[in-house]
């Protein structure tokens, strides 16, 4: 590290400087560290094979993009103080950091009902004990209490620094070039007024381009129908071992996971007791992917069988469709309860459906707003002729049925 | 030229390359060679420096996306002789032959009222000729008479590789990125059915960029207020010199520029005698630039000042919004000719107003299909949550003034 | 998978396609899909946090090339059968099916001084069992035995289309853009002449560019100080758990692991006895990752040191230099000693020293061979006013030393 | 243009500043608005389509990585002083103003023997009288005799900003993407020890990268046999233009190139008379390219002739050899003459040979000094084991010749 701060090569933005030694410091802390072994896209590698980028790399360059967005602001006359720079760069460093592996799958298992961002805040707590007081205007920011609202908004909100690099990366990663998007025109076309953040209205073209690309990267990649059954299988097994460990069979795993595997805890413990925040820290791709394995060789044959799918990349077969899929889940059924001979009550591990949802817009809680050049602010979709209108801020609901081919 | 035909370094692409020696021939003639000399983008680099590329260019780079397009449709089982894919490879190399230099200006002024497509067809069938025939079925197929609509529609639809071509490359060269497409995908999306061309299902997300990605050029590069600027400022130039032409005035310029300046030809004349195509064919974007430079010095005060005006980059200022202007227009047209004293018909060179105008989407004449997965065919406005949506298909108005600042 | 095979995404080249479904079986063994789990380039990524591309995404790239390079050959009348393909594609695509996790520290402990060539050949016998014979041409290519020398040299030679693949795959992935080479340049020289793969002389500059950016990732990235240092600390992990392993001493991991840690296997033994092959190919990173992770908290207190600076990227000290070193590192083992307390034993593992060498280009093996207009055949480094000449042949022999800073 | 200046899209580096009102002043001036006209790389475009960017954007460019490297040198501690910079990047700018069009054909021909920078020398003194004094500074740093020798290293060296910008552009627009140069690592290895630029050890595989990019273009691209060819065909043809003018023929063309045919205008005169420095500054590729156009049918065959083959693209055969041409040259003239029926004196335009030649490093006038570690300065080719070495350094000849296959 010289005069300029550290430098790292990023594919996505070539070298990325963090001139900040309060940034270093964070980068350098075990808890950010662990990031490094937290793929961003769980197992959509097993489909977009490139896609093994990881938290860490993300959270570089977020902060990255943060500080070019807050360049930007200050050349046009925003008021931001140093500290000010300093604490958002340092929230949207942080605002991962409560990532477990493989994070939507756990959310719905081992710590059901606990969002990332909560535990986020609870490391971010937990660091500025450590540093002293160092990160409570950060946490304000992140937490949306600090006066300057669009300090917030840039590290969370449907135009946030987060999603232009999560939108970019995973693009870049998976080869999926179309959702490539022009962050560095949408930073140069940011403003404040009133404390808000927004766009100048001749950069409105490329917001809607952003809105596209991020459409398109849920229907083609997050959303994928393969993508969707792997997901589906990881929580099924994690759902299985986690009655498996209930019903007090061993299950041979990291001591971290196996916390989590044989203990509920809810958000509240993980405030009442600090060990649990610990051994969350301690998890990571490795704990999940390793038990996997081992499990492949488990006597529970329905823990054992999914857990061989997802070594040898034997998936379920998907069918995403606005038509109601209920007769095509009985026939699946049906010829697999045939063939496998298993209880109905395992058979919901290898047939199964669901809905899926996603929005275009989110027109509900924050909306992306637009300085026009008369003054004037409105909303994306209530400009004129506007590509991202009311309809496509409705959620659009699919039915989907995963099931094996025996 | 060796086996495996003549390659060529696009930046755009890559090597591109034309295994055909009947394309050769075609790309060798001194009709085609002409393209060399005409910018794609007339006037804009005046506004993007970097877009100086030419119509030779984007014809072959559409030639090499005709010949993907053909071979993505072939893979798929659609039948398409060496002959047809020969004929669709030469009607897209042709298609722009028929455009002289500065090609919107020129159809308002010196070519009035007659297109580039009439243009292209006289100069095919002339080139038949010359080549014995060998293009009567490419001329079908630029000519939509050819019994496979899908070729034509290849050659010439709202999802041409002719557009495809072009606004990649436009992007490429202005430094647009954000109109770059994912020309790669939509390709292999490519499908026919009944005749007809269309899109497979799951490309409609591609499709949909595409159609964001052309608006978002439209309005931030085709009609950016000072590419229009420049544009009616060329318009303008040949109205005064076509109108001193007409009164008998000495207009020093080439042979060919001369005959049109000093001749009103029309489509039918065009037609009639060969010698106005020929002198046609001699035209290009030196005739013009060499001619605004020697007037430059011309006695005729307006034609003088609009020329140094359009060689110094003095450029007209603009205004463009959907209010209406004519307030705006009556000051600047009060200032103006206060400080100029020049009399009111010529004034109307120097402040002026009009109207342009754009669809996203035109639904009336030929529509994207999309082939969904059940059978159907629908239109790309038809499908479920579009964003390319009846609304969008509406053109937009706007309202502009061009004015000098003296 | 349709009419066109199977289609992958790849962030580096776009599409690529695997049109034969005898390539498809071998991608979907359980064999070919562990390299999924193995990153290309180990434990650079904690230098370059973008580098965690996998041998899986690599082989699938090389046998891409393998597809450019033999087609290209074809169009220029060489005479390649459609099994020769097949065979080559097949032989690059298991040229790495060898490998371990973290290769170049497994070959310096576990399975020490067998290289990953020896397995995967034993790899692709045993795969040729499984298929019926449908390998053996591929074994002949890989094994240099088949009579086209050339299709061997595509695999392994200087020029393969494996160093083809990894220098651009590395480069695009660490962001180290220099790295990264004209691939379809030096496709499209390539030609044949008595049986010997080599280059047209027009192509000479493409290749001394190839070498020159291959000598750079040397320098700039495998051999870069902190890569070469986590390197190390790897083997030192693995030799001390070794050493604990033939005390008696128990550790933690996997059932595969357990086995290369407790027991020496000789390359003899894997031919004899198949049980250490499939053991063997039950590897990969996460079974190095989780016993690190485990041994943290390891009773060793070497182990357990050595681990946590692993685990927590605190890494050792590293100096590169042609300077003799014996002085500094007399001076870092006082210090060390001094506050650490250990045995001069111990000490090895916490500061020690060594000697890397590279050399940019190797006459003695395999030349690179140009095939000049005139008929000759001369090696790169005999042309006239050569980038490449003897003197870059020399292998260029550094002094390194790792230490604490306790 | 608002608080943070004039931004330019630039496709090769994407938005570019000028913040400074007196850069913005000089790009508007409207002897800097000519190289909007002048093509970078002259005929080259007929071999490689894409190249018709221009002088114009080639000094934006320049400029933009002046900005850079100055940025760099500061945040390094390089004391700069704000007119430092601004003298610099004025001086870049302006670098390439003397150039005329098709500066290397022009430079043999209508200003014989008078370089491009002798010429930009004077625009320069020229343009400091209009803006009374204000690039005095600019002078001294691109005259060699400012104080501080690495500001003008940085304008004109063997690794200036100059030379980094071009090799870029051109290969970028001539899609010979091996050209590109990692042009950001090389100025973040920029430092200044004595006054004197140079680079820092461990970026010595960049600039040897560089080199061999260089060395590629040259001789892929600049000396391409059909480039070569061209710009043979250009020279010649303003020879005999030359010539006939001499004998007092008629020649239309615009009044500044008839003032250059007509003329001997040599160095001196250009300082004493300042009305040929004003014609020069009227030249542009327009000029040279209507003149083609309108000779195209002049009675003088010779001309004629050689005027159609440049228009229509029918260039000369061109051999490039080591070897000796001479016999080859005798068949090919007793060809033609046989065929032609041409004087001798004439038989010169058509068939002829000389002699090229290009040094990869040269080691005469301004070496690249490397900084090393050990706080020497080496020469590049005096480092261990280098790519640029002695040998390099050595101008290679080879022989060529030019004619027309009748």
């Known amino acids: 590290m010289n005069a300029k701060g550290k430098i790292i090569n990023d594919p996505v933005y070539g070298f990325i400087r963090f001139p900040e030694p309060e940034i270093m410091a964070l980068i350098d802390h075990p808890w950010f560290q662990r990031l490094r072994y937290i793929r961003q896209m769980g197992s959509a590698h097993l489909v977009y094979p490139g896609a093994m980028h990881t938290r860490f790399a993300h959270s570089l360059g977020a902060c990255y993009l943060m500080g070019k967005a807050l360049d930007e602001l200050k050349a046009k006359g925003i008021d931001i103080t140093t500290e000010e720079s300093l604490a958002a760069r340092a929230a949207i460093l942080l605002h991962d950091v409560g990532h477990g592996p493989f994070s939507h799958a756990l959310e719905h298992t081992l ?7 909560y535990l986020s805040e609870l490391i971010m707590n937990k660091l500025n004990e450590e540093f002293n007081g160092a990160l409570s205007e950060a946490i304000e920011v992140f937490g949306q209490s600090y006066q300057k609202p669009f300090l917030h908004q840039l590290v969370s909100s449907q135009l946030d620094v987060d999603r232009m690099d999560y939108l970019n990366r995973d693009s870049f990663y998976t080869g999926v070039s179309e959702g490539v998007i022009g962050y560095d025109r949408i930073l140069q076309m940011l403003t404040v007024k009133d404390g808000q953040l927004m766009v100048e209205e001749k950069g409105v073209h490329s917001v809607e381009k952003f809105i596209v690309a991020r459409r398109l990267m849920y229907w083609q990649v997050y959303l994928h129908k393969t993508v969707l059954g792997s997901e589906m299988l990881l929580i099924n097994i994690l759902k299985r071992a986690r009655i498996l460990a209930q019903d007090g069979v061993t299950l041979p795993c990291s ?23 610990e051994l969350f820290c301690m998890l990571d791709d490795v704990d999940i992917l390793s038990a996997i394995k081992s499990w492949c060789t488990h006597h529970d044959k329905v823990l054992s069988k999914l857990c061989n799918m997802m070594q040898y990349r034997k998936l379920y077969k998907v069918v995403i469709s606005t038509d109601n899929l209920d007769e095509l889940k009985g026939q699946k059924t049906k010829v697999a309860s045939e063939q496998l001979g298993i209880s109905d009550e395992e058979m919901k591990y290898f047939v199964f459906g669901g809905i899926t949802s996603k929005d275009t817009y989110n027109t509900n809680n924050d909306i992306i707003r637009i300085a026009m050049k008369n003054e004037d602010v409105k909303d994306l979709s209530a400009i004129d002729n506007p590509v991202v209108n009311e309809a496509l801020a409705m959620p659009v609901h699919k039915n989907y049925i995963c099931y094996i081919q025996p």
Chains 1, 2, 3, 4 share one sequence.
Do not use: P, R
């Open 111 to 117: 710590v059901e009902g606990i969002s990332h961002e």
């Open 255 to 277: 001591a971290a996971l196996k916390h989590f595997l044989y203990n509920q805890i809810s958000a509240e413990d993980f405030k009442q007791d600090k060990s649990h925040l």
